[in-house]
Structure formats: C-alpha cells, structure tokens
C-alpha cells in the first residue's frame, strides 16, 4: 500500500490499553479518527497481563472493524499489560497498513527489566523485544518530543503523520482518545 501523507482523508486507528496490575486482563480500546480529528469508528479488546496475545488480538480489532480506508495503525507504545508485547511488523504485514508506535521517554532499553520479571522464562521475551529494533526522535510542531518506531513508511511520513494529529503536548488525538476509552470501558466492568 503506497502511504500518501498529504491525503485530507486520512485516518488512523489509535490504541490504547487501561489496566490495573491486580487484573489478569489488560483492556484496549481501538479509536478511528480523520484527519480533521472526527471520531469515526471505535472498537474494544483485551489482552492477558504477561502473555503472548497483543499482536493477535490488535490484528482481531482492526479486522472487526471491517474497512478498508484505515490509512494507518498508532500504538501507544509496543510493550503493554506488564510485558506483552506488539509485533509492529506483523501488524503491517498482516493487515497491508502501515504502523506507528509511539513512546514518551528515552530509556536505556529494558533487557534488564525482562530478565528480572520473566526470572525464569525471559526467552521468548526479550527475542520478541530485540525484534522490535531502534526508535527514531521526532520533534513535534508543539516543541516536545516523541520517540517512534514505524513499519510500511519512512521516518518523515511517521513525523508528518504524529503531527497532524497532536494538537497539544506530545499526546496525538487518537492515542489520548483511546485512552480515555480503554479507561472508560475497563472502569465499568
């Protein structure tokens, strides 16, 4: 799929997830949103706290939307629910859309963490976080800065599309809207 950054049209399914660390289930809340910041679309999942099943349960959400004018996928990071972790490049190849996942801070990496977590099975975890390769910094239109990872675009359609839909702060729309969802949602189970 040819990425067209300058497309008015434009819309991206932004991720989130709410969790509290006594749940053994991590909810996600899925935001459609236009470029022009209209809310389009909404859909929820879960995922289990320390597992495997983020990357499969992502790629249900998208699925069960059942369009084909989502011109992208925005993850509010790819290590959520204390360790499960996205598979960025499975996503894009998977649904033939390309894929930003946003990070806040800078960090040394968390290799360290993981092996201390997953004392005796930190294997299959940190393969699955070596994989997800480096972040690139992005300074946004509002001054602050962001670190992302991307797949199916270049670094410059990563920044131009981040900054379309940050108005404020360094928290793009869909990622903040879909945090308040996944909230919402998880709040009134």
């Known amino acids: 799929m040819r990425f067209h950054t300058e497309k008015r049209g434009i819309r991206v399914l932004g991720i989130a997830e709410s969790f509290q660390k006594n749940n ?4 996600l809340a899925g935001v459609v949103m236009r470029r022009d910041l209209i809310i389009d679309g909404m859909v929820f999942g879960n995922v289990t706290i320390e597992g495997n099943d983020s990357t499969q349960n992502i790629l249900s ?10 011109n992208c996928i925005m993850l ?4 959520i629910s204390m360790y499960n972790i996205i598979d960025g490049n499975e996503l894009e190849e998977n649904t033939n859309v390309p894929v930003i996942a946003i ?4 960090s040394e990496g968390l290799e360290g963490t993981i092996r201390h977590h997953f004392f005796n099975d930190f ?3 940190l393969e699955q976080y070596r ?3 480096r972040r690139d910094k992005i300074l946004l239109k509002t001054g602050k800065i962001l670190f992302v990872r991307y797949w199916g675009m270049s670094s410059m359609e990563a920044s131009t599309i981040v900054n379309y839909f940050t108005l404020q702060g360094s928290i793009p729309e869909p990622i903040r809207i879909a945090k308040l969802a996944a909230r919402a949602n998880m709040r009134s189970k």
Request: with cysteine; aromatic share 8%.
């Open 24 to 27: 053994t289930c991590s909810t």
């Open 131 to 133: 994989k997800l390769g």
């Open 103 to 106: 990070t806040f801070n800078d």
């Open 76 to 79: 509010d990071g790819l290590i």
């Open 61 to 70: 959400m998208y699925r069960s939307l059942n369009r084909n004018d989502i």
């Open 123 to 125: 294997n299959l975890k």
